[in-house]
């Protein structure tokens, strides 16, 4: 076998396994970006019957896709009021977060740097 088809099958497989090794690293980072919003919201968010998470993934997937509200409620496997309330509270919460989380400068120097 030449030498050439060597190293593009090595670079091929070595793309090939850099790309799955890429995609851990970026599953495991939204996981815990998923997490540390979770137990931000956590103190904010009310009810017992669906988790901080259940809620948080819901009000993530109809912010993220153009499904219908009723295709969403069913996908979680709850009633549109559900889902209503569920998207309302984590809305809340985050608008209650908002003035924390999102600080603008006040040095001049930052400021031209943006």
């Known amino acids: ?4 088809t060597l190293i593009a099958t090595g670079l091929r497989y070595w793309k090939i396994f850099f790309y799955k090794k890429a995609l851990v690293v970026i599953v495991v980072f939204v996981y815990l970006l998923f997490q540390e919003l979770a137990s931000m919201l956590s103190p904010h968010l009310t009810g017992k019957v669906h988790s901080v998470e259940r809620k948080l993934m819901c009000f ?5 896709n153009t499904e219908s509200f009723r295709s969403v ?5 709850m ?3 559900t889902l209503h309330l569920c998207i309302s509270n984590v809305s809340d919460a985050l608008f209650q ?7 603008f400068p006040t040095d001049v120097s930052v400021m ?3």
Not at 60 to 64: D, K, Q, R, Y
Request: hydrophobic share 50%.
């Open 73 to 77: 409620a069913d996908r979680f496997g």
């Open 97 to 103: 977060l908002a003035p924390q989380e999102i600080v």
């Open 79 to 81: 009633n549109k009021s």
């Open 60 to 64: 993530l997937w109809l912010m993220g």
């Open 112 to 114: 031209q740097d943006i």
């Open 1 to 4: 076998m030449p030498v050439f």
